[in-house]
């Protein structure tokens, strides 16, 4: 079993198509497949189920992935290492980080790392909390900005909480709440709302609000960007609720403080697993890694602001 065989098989999950993958590793596709049979026989399984339209991983495919990733990344941290030894920091960095993140500038963050380290090879993921937590479990991000209802605390990983924040409501101009002092959620929940999709921690900050308030609303738009968020209710199609440190950068819409708000707490998490060179070098560019030895599995609750 080597190396190269389980980035081909990497590739492949990931693209779900040979050609692509091929074309990723820059190796012709003959030889690609050629790698993957043979690591196959070896394995005495197949990985992935090939017809003319699709690839898929088999059950034996979606066992052996996360171990090969998790054997890439060992091999990629091992590289770096040595060249942190000597004195040269590079390597990979995967961050993902949820849309709304508000406690921390991370473009200028990325830029003044890629200043200081230009050979760390950067690269960022937006997503949904949940998705982003279990992308750190399984090695494919190094760290994580996730957003979390206060009752919910991110498992199998390290980390800390950033910073706590309300949620405020966001109306066109001309809606009959734009010019309102403040509105609680019964009266919000006879609005039409655009919101994050059912079953993501960014949903569930208002669901549960709107629960404990003792009344249902509708959403009619689950939407997964918060721009395309913003646009539909310029346009009057909807209203949504939004961290109140974010809101201020969706032009024009119109923030509405709520009496009785929902709230979130933003977390910074990593592996188990003590961080990368290229990551430690990027919680210092935070001013963080002082207190990130410190910092306990499965309880981020070392605050860095509130």
């Known amino acids: 079993m080597e190396l190269q ?30 790698q993957i049979a043979r690591l196959e026989r070896e394995l005495g399984a197949r990985l992935f189920d090939r ?57 200028s963050a990325l ?15 937006v997503g949904a909390s949940d998705e982003l937590a279990e992308q750190v479990r399984q090695g494919a991000l190094d760290i994580a900005f996730l957003g979390l209802p206060p009752s919910v605390r991110p498992k199998g990983v390290r980390g800390l909480v950033l910073a706590r924040g309300e949620l405020v409501a966001v109306v066109a101009p001309g809606h009959p709440l734009a010019d309102a002092a403040g509105v609680d959620l019964r009266r919000l929940s006879d609005e039409v709302f655009v919101d994050f999709p059912a079953g993501t921690a960014a949903r569930a900050q208002s669901d549960e609000a709107f629960a404990a308030a003792g009344v249902s609303r509708e959403v009619a738009f689950e939407i997964t960007n918060a721009d395309l968020m913003a646009r539909l209710v ?3 199609l909807g209203v949504a609720m939004m961290p109140a440190a974010f809101a201020p950068e969706l032009p024009g819409v119109h923030v509405v403080e709520l009496r009785d708000p929902p709230t979130r707490v933003e977390h910074l998490i990593w592996s188990r697993l003590r961080p990368s060179p290229a990551a430690a070098a990027f919680l210092e560019v935070l001013d963080i890694r002082a207190i990130v030895d ?5 309880h981020p609750s070392t605050p860095l602001s509130e």
């Open 5 to 34: 065989q389980m980035r081909y098989v990497v590739a492949v999950a990931e693209t779900a198509n040979f050609t692509r993958a091929a074309e990723r590793c820059r190796v012709v596709q003959s030889a690609l497949s050629h």
């Open 51 to 107: 017809t003319s339209r699709r690839v898929t991983l088999t059950p034996a495919g979606e066992a052996f992935l996360p171990a090969a990733r998790q054997a890439l990344d060992a091999a990629e941290r091992a590289r770096a290492e040595v060249a942190a030894a000597s004195g040269e920091l590079r390597g990979r960095l995967a961050i993902g980080a949820i849309p709304t993140v508000t406690a921390v500038d991370l473009p």
């Open 111 to 125: 830029k003044t790392l890629h200043v200081r380290h230009p050979q760390v090879r950067i690269t960022l993921r």
């Open 234 to 236: 310029r346009l009057g």
């Open 294 to 298: 410190d910092a306990a599995p499965d």
